[in-house]
């Protein structure tokens, strides 16, 4: 397990711990998915890329989740749809992002049914 693993605290399994690009104190957790509404006004299921200051942040006052836009894209979108949006926009979930790491062995298998369908035609 490498440095940037933990244990689900509800689960055995584990998962990759994902940061931000700079430190984000009161962002929302980037380790869960959000709901998010696109320009259709339809929410619609997302993980957080990345976040910056949003531009109308009064500097005194203390952060939190909704001084940040976050940077979005949404699962089964292209990621030409992926795109900055306000806080007001996202609803948080409960939904941990478990990154499935692939094994060796099916890689393995893939290259061989690919091998496979070449010499059958």
């Keep these: 397990m490498s440095k ?4 689900h605290p509800k689960t055995s399994a584990t998962f990759e711990v994902r940061k931000y ?4 104190e009161g962002a929302l957790d980037l380790n ?7 320009k259709d006004g339809n929410f619609y299921l997302a ?10 942040l009064d500097p005194k006052k203390k952060k ?7 940077y979005l894209h949404y699962m ?7 795109e900055w949006v306000p806080r007001s926009r996202l609803e948080p979930t409960r939904d941990l992002i ?6 060796a062995a099916d890689k393995e298998h893939e290259g061989m049914l690919f091998s496979f369908l070449v010499q059958a035609f």
Excluded: H, T
């Design 4 to 7: 940037s693993s933990k244990k």
């Design 47 to 56: 993980k957080i890329i990345d976040c910056r200051l949003a531009k109308d």
């Design 76 to 82: 089964d979108f292209d990621r030409r749809m992926d």
């Design 21 to 24: 690009s700079q430190p984000s």
């Design 32 to 38: 869960y998915y959000v709901k998010g509404k696109m």
């Design 64 to 70: 939190n989740d909704f001084s940040y836009e976050y």
């Design 98 to 103: 478990e990154e499935k790491k692939e094994k």
